[in-house]
């Protein structure tokens, strides 16, 4: 809840903070007006942390240069084109820009730019009330021609003009408006929710590029499934990750199974607090999150309905690891996550065996293996997959995965379980043999290191004893 004289309080104190100050005083004497503008003046009123700060100006480019460069240790000019410099003054990274009065062509969401000349029209044309907020200074005074304050009041997300014109100029907008529902706990005014369902397809003029990297902001929120329900509800997932929205089987009144839709969002819901509970400070992981999201979109392309009134999705972790897989390589994902998160997505469902009878020590140093850099974030998503409303079986998964950490954990304390290697190297193997590298060396390699994974250490003499065996036996063969 908005409470309006603190969040006066903390504006005053953001004016008065050193590196505003400092610059304040600097564009008042150069003749020119600055302003903060958008996120820093919405969560100091909100009682947020406020990170880099963002200025905005009717000084132009070379004139933010000319009064910054002195105050500045550092100064970048990468957004020049568009009438941003960026500086780090006193220690903090800001930017300041040019007033701008962009227009666009509804080609493309690339505007034309164009330099503006009051305050009041650089915030009209932002993306919602409550980011068209702006603290002048050294007054200091807020200034809100939108209805900013009413909308943080209200907890609503409302653009400063018509939505249609507004989501019309730049598709992204509605991504955004997903994202900051998640980030500030918001609801959508009608309108804009409204224009957002009837603009869905104008999305398609964004690429890949900017469409992963507002998926990756709402990911990184506390609560991301506020937003992802809005991106279903107004069509605009069938366009992001359409493989989500593909997760609300229908469920008929002869095969009745859980709502895989909701039960993902509770997957995700309770992996963000394992997160938070396991790695308290760390920042998101993304990667697991995704994982969460998708650890089930196999699901739709392997359900079988069963007579007597079961449903089946044999093989949905392969089939959702594929997906997941091509999924990511659209939205132009880096390789790693690509690679994190369709192998999480396969391995999700490896321990549920575990749950049903003890596992050998082999089994346990073979999970360890197949999950390798993944250990952690798998027992993450493997504990969050349990969203069953029965109580004893949700208490007999949790102690089985309390028992397989503790087994992985033993067994990591005697045999350094982590490195997982054979107790002779490549190079071992090819002066016992005899032979130099190719082929048979790897072949060397993984029968060493299944008795590893079977047998545990053995000793390097017990090792060269079993290798030239299975060298003999392989050469007579």
Excluded: C
């Excluded at 004016?15 to 600097?26: D, F, I």
């Excluded at 062509?105 to 029209?121: A, S």
């Excluded at 507004?166 to 900051?180: C, E, K, T, V, W």
């Amino acid at each position: 809840m908005l409470n309006m004289a603190e969040g006066v309080a903390r504006l005053g104190a953001l004016a008065a903070s050193p590196v505003v100050s400092t610059l304040a005083g600097a564009f008042e004497r150069a003749g020119f007006e600055l302003a903060i503008v958008g996120g820093p003046v919405r969560d100091a009123l909100l009682g947020r942390a406020t990170n880099d700060l963002d200025f905005t100006t009717n000084a132009r480019p070379d004139d933010i240069l000319r009064i910054v460069e002195p105050l500045a240790t550092a100064t970048w000019d990468i957004g020049r084109a568009f009438g941003t410099i960026g500086a780090k003054v006193r220690g903090e990274q800001i930017e300041i820009t040019t007033y701008r009065a962009d227009s666009y062509d509804g080609v493309t969401r690339k505007p034309t730019v164009e330099f503006g000349d009051t305050l009041e029209q650089d915030l009209a044309r932002r993306d919602f009330t409550v980011n068209a907020m702006a603290l002048r200074v050294p007054g200091p005074s807020l200034v809100d021609p939108t209805g900013g304050v009413e909308d943080l009041v209200a907890t609503t997300l409302r653009t400063p003009s018509d939505p249609a014109v507004s989501f019309g100029d730049d598709p992204l907008r509605m991504l955004r408006a997903a994202r900051f529902a998640s980030q500030l706990g918001f609801s959508l005014d009608p309108a804009t929710e409204q224009a957002m369902t009837e603009l869905r397809e104008t999305l398609s003029i964004v690429s890949p590029e900017r469409v992963q990297g507002e998926l990756v902001k709402l990911l990184r929120t506390d609560d991301p499934a506020r937003g992802i329900r809005l991106l279903v509800d107004t069509g605009l997932m069938q366009l992001v990750l359409p493989e989500v929205p593909a997760l609300r089987l229908e469920i008929d009144e002869h095969h009745h199974h859980k709502d895989v839709y909701e039960h993902s969002l509770t997957v995700l819901r309770q992996a963000i607090e394992l997160e938070h509970e396991r790695n308290p400070g760390a920042e998101p992981d993304v990667v697991l999150r995704l994982a969460a999201l998708l650890h089930d979109i196999g699901k739709p392309a392997t359900r079988k309905l069963e007579p007597g009134g079961g449903v089946s999705f044999h093989h949905h972790d392969i089939k959702g690891s594929r997906m997941a897989r091509k999924r990511l390589q659209a939205l132009r994902f880096d390789s790693d996550t690509i690679s994190s998160v369709s192998r999480l997505v396969e391995l999700h469902l490896r321990f549920f065996g575990y749950s049903e009878g003890a596992w050998t020590d082999s089994a346990v140093r073979r999970y360890v293996r197949d999950a390798g850099d993944e250990l952690e974030r798998l027992h993450i998503l493997t504990r969050a997959d349990v969203t069953t409303r029965n109580k004893r079986k949700a208490a007999r998964l949790k102690s089985a995965y309390d028992d397989i950490e503790r087994r992985i954990d033993e067994l990591a304390a005697a045999e350094e379980l982590g490195a997982m290697r054979p107790e002779l190297d490549g190079n071992r193997i090819q002066a016992i043999l005899g032979i130099g590298p190719g082929r048979e060396v790897g072949e060397a390699y993984r029968f060493l290191l299944d008795i590893r994974l079977d047998e545990g250490m053995i000793g390097e003499d017990a090792a060269e004893r079993r290798l030239r065996e299975w060298w003999r036996v392989r050469s007579d063969a």
